[in-house]
């Protein structure tokens, strides 16, 4: 790892409940979208699902584990219930409040996760578990409400095919780069990932854009059309502060 | 674009309401049936999902806008935001009743249509909204009841990968062919669609199967084998019209 | 066929009340550990998804139906109304309580079955249906609440695109072996298989695991942590054991 | 296996040398275009790769190995062994002149065939080997100048992933049909199959489409356009038989 | 069309045989890095292979023909023939010097182009053929020295499975924007398009690196190593210059 | 990383030039079935291909290269530029006699290696280059003929897509794990592994295996079938065993 690896990988300072708040009412589209505008085009975790419509909006900072293949000498079950292990440490040391980000490869012929594992990371606080791998025990998974995103079930026993190789380094998932510290937010259709230095300035413009969209929305009800309303121009961002100054109205009492 | 394509981009009379309450009540697994007998055999959108189970059945003439891929100096947000963006003219100029169908060339890196979008085709009176790429904001679009079919959710902006390049003439979704004017019908398990042409009698013979595999269900439930009744038999075809000129009573009455 | 593959053909006892009763309340993964116990490491049809989430737990020998690609003169819709046609018998022969397992070599371009045949094979009690190509009709097949797995939806007419070309003999399905007999277990998430002379100890294993997950979920849930607890060791199991023999007490009273 | 696949399957005569004198020389090209006017589609297996450019045309009747997934306690080394292993039987049982082809259902985690099955393969006069998985040893493969067809390298033992289950049954190939019997033609760009009993008209046609191919090329050579040459017109057909009636004569002869 | 996609298919100036001869000096990651300063990221045409190892540097603006997929009733045989098939015409209208690009939507089910296509095209001195779907009689078209690119062997024909909608619009190709006049470079491992207007800078600036190139080569072969030589620093870039003033003299002779 | 995985990351002692001749004359096939009998299945790197048909043998101990995801403010070409750019680094640190394994994930939007790279590793006297992305400038790689292995050409600059992260660590490459020190053989079809402490027993079998095929390519020339000879039993071992002792004669000569 070099400086810049390094430098990028240092902890941030804990998000702020603030910043949560935030980032609770956004969509992972509106973040992708204030990302791009400061010249990142690759943040959205490609191909993954959220494992249950109900489960409530992830957001947290991530906390890594990568796998790398199995090798049958290493891998057996006897390595697997060591108190080393690397998979099971994951569980019991992923920070409350953070997301445990597994990178699996993209490997989908052994678990990346189980039921039991996500009741513990659930009793100890954590906000979510992503991989870019599968879990097994999905129905139980999903009942523990935490929320979750994979890209496919694999219930297949984890040695058969992955080995928990590091905890927290910067790893890849899905294809994006995730740095321990940078920031997940999920909603229905999937997860981004916030570099962590740029979490706030994102959040208040995600934010921003989600309100002046209900806006838009409310102006297209009534039938208005998309141009000069969406994307935004001078104009009609000065009509919507204007609308926001006046209390939010009701569209039909404007002139 | 020789005669040939022309004529069969030609525009269709309206879809009369008598045939949409046919299509209404036939699946996407009737109509690929009744395009096989006249020689069609490849009329569905292989890998598509509705967005959600819930929403009603997609029916209308295709209205279609064609992208291809971005280039950095050409799709820029300043660009897509030009009124003569065809991508929201797209949306402006969907004709009502209409589906507006999207050639992504199943690229998943940025989003065919948004929640903005669908809000306005919703209120423009447009019927539908099918892509072999994907969506962003699907949460709201599902809420917007706008039947809506794509491969997979696909958040990032339009313009990183994607340059809308033709509206409304004769392209490809997911393999299949699509004439402006032809006719998609979808249900929960995917979209098929029908050349223009055909549209009456398709929904006719589709209907007429649907209402035989009513009868033959209730043959089965009372323990009936499928060999003699499905696939239909000139017998079993006599049986089933005598029940229905009968008024198709309980299968209990009958002898 | 040789010696081994007739020897792994043949039909096993019939699979008790009693072992069915235990597998109703296993997961597909426990199953799979326990399989992998035994030295059985591709027990996991990958790929597959149960068509409904409310569907009940799929457990049942399996009867199989091979299919190979169609050929335009052999596969017409004529050939496929004959009462000799394999598909169509699959449906009639399958013993009831057993689950018709259908490799269609992985082929989404056309149907693996509709839902006039689930509705008749719910009809004749057969548990379950498997393939790992995909069915038509799939908004009617839930209707009917018969558990059953599938890739994708293929509405496409079977004979487009396959051969109905033997009953009951060794197969593969989603990569794979299946022998005529050997039990499947479905869940939510997915399907396992069971060589059927192992389905009576896999059986009571795989429910052992599931009572212990039970007891360390309760322990997880007072706060303590994985280690020494999942993976089960020697001195959790003694716990455990003892929690048994109490009765299985609120943990809150232990000491 | 009902009658008319059986029927499919019946041996056909013997494939006369002359017919084989006329394969030898037509592309896999002309010979799905003579099955496509006679309604076959489907006869190119796709994504196969012929394991050397310089290896002879591939020409025979085909003798067929099913594969199936492997099962840990049926595919040790040791029953790999045993004389009554079906895949090494199918290297000594296909008949001399016979193109052995291999089912493995695409899979690429072990060998459907070795260099010493190869050799032996040429030592009995067997005219090629085809598959749509893959072989190992390759290199050794290419020197035994066996015409040979694979998606891939696949050099890990058979057992690991393959159970040879039926020898010389119909199976599919890459996607195809292929029944015992039906014709294989490989040239540098694939391999085509042809159903038994039209072997001779569609040599014929392949090899007269080809001659008047060699024709065309003369004439787009001196300058002429497409149009009215290629596709044949009936004006062009008439000037060839002419041509061909004059002995073929240089063009620059033809006034 | 809107004015922006307008402004881009523009047609350039002819390409001077000064830029060609650069042209054929550079490989087709030079021209990516060029490009690259210049924001363009996605400018390879991924997963396309040269049909010959031995085939000539590909140097031309792009021609484009567009397919969609094929449909029954439109796409016969018979319409193949007729003249005004877009397909045919595309061989004839190329003007020489330039490159047919074929948008085929990565189609592999049929051909997107055949040998007697290619034999005319060369007649005609058209400068190259390239796919994303591919070709028909390969070995024919490598002989006739066309420097052609596909992504793997598609013999049927072109009927079965697609339709020509377009002369020389803007397409995508193996998912890189390429509008007519831009300019098309292959090696030996691929593809790069070059916007027209960027052409003559990016050919001085790649040919200048393939230069330097040349230079490093030579110091690491003397030994030295790669940091503070590739990539070239201005210390390095100013030793470079020195050399080449010196009239590039024999490394050995330096001090 | 726990004892475990650092155990099997210790450093070997040297590959001594006996073993390294051992594992010239052997296949990849070869060394997959004497790991096979230790328990390996996954040792093959699927999906790589030889740069060139005519590269020597591949042999060395791994040293590693580790990429991730890049993101855009990290990878510019500035930083790409640094001496502590791990990528160059690894070209520079790389042991003479090793082979330099790229992780690259499977990515192939960017280069994981290009021609002046392997022109200084092959001044440096480094054994060859793996990677499961795709190299730039592969004609003139094939030219320095270093051995070479990649899934397929990736010209675009390493930054836009990946970033290094560590140098001879443990990794995933094409699915299978590699640590620093295992030994990596390649021949004309690919590529296998073998943990670093069974190099010289493998090298051993190995080389046992393809001498006895020798013997038994004599045999089966000679017309013997593969029964009784290939798998070798305890006979035709003795008799092998027996041709050795004899000075391997021509087979002609026994009686």
Redo the contacts between chains.
């Keep these: 790892?070099?400086?810049?690896?390094r430098s990028?990988s240092r902890k941030p300072a804990a998000l702020s409940a603030e910043t949560r708040a935030k980032l609770a009412k956004v969509?992972?589209?509106n973040v992708?979208?204030a990302l791009?505008?400061r010249?990142?085009?690759?943040?959205?975790l490609?191909?993954l699902q959220a494992l249950s419509?109900d489960q409530a909006q992830l957001i947290g900072p991530a906390y890594t584990l990568r796998f790398?293949?199995?090798?049958?000498?290493?891998d057996s079950?006897a390595?697997?219930?060591?108190?080393?292990?690397?998979h099971?440490r994951a569980?019991?040391e992923c920070p409350p409040g953070h997301v445990l980000v597994i990178d699996a490869?993209?490997?989908?012929?052994s678990?990346a996760a189980?039921?039991?594992?996500a009741?513990?990371l659930r009793?100890r606080g954590v906000a979510g578990l992503v991989t870019d791998g599968g879990f097994?025990?999905?129905?139980?998974i999903r009942k523990t409400c935490l929320p979750a995103y994979q890209r496919?079930?694999?219930?297949?026993?984890t040695p058969?095919a992955m080995?928990p190789?590091?905890l927290d380094?910067?790893?890849?998932c899905a294809?994006?780069?995730i740095y321990p510290g940078d920031v997940l937010v999920g909603?229905?259709?999937?997860v981004?990932v916030i570099?962590r230095h740029l979490v706030e300035e994102v959040a208040d413009e995600a934010l921003d854009a989600v309100e002046y969209?209900v806006y838009?929305?409310l102006q297209?009800?009534r039938?208005r059309?998309?141009?000069?309303l969406?994307?935004p121009?001078p104009e009609s961002r000065k009509d919507y502060d204007a609308w926001v100054a006046a209390g939010r109205p009701p569209l039909e009492s404007l002139p």
């Design positions: 790892m070099n400086d810049i690896t990028a969509g992972s589209a992708a979208n791009l505008k010249g990142f085009r690759n943040v959205y490609l191909g419509q790398m293949p199995a090798r049958e000498d290493i079950m390595n697997y219930s060591r108190d080393d292990n690397l099971r569980i019991e490869g993209g490997c989908l012929r678990a189980g039921d039991l594992m009741v513990r009793q097994r025990d999905t129905p139980a496919q079930s694999a219930p297949p026993a058969i080995h190789v590091e380094g910067p790893i890849g294809g994006v780069a909603d229905g259709e999937g981004v570099p969209e838009a929305e297209i009800t039938g059309p998309l141009f000069g969406f994307p121009t």
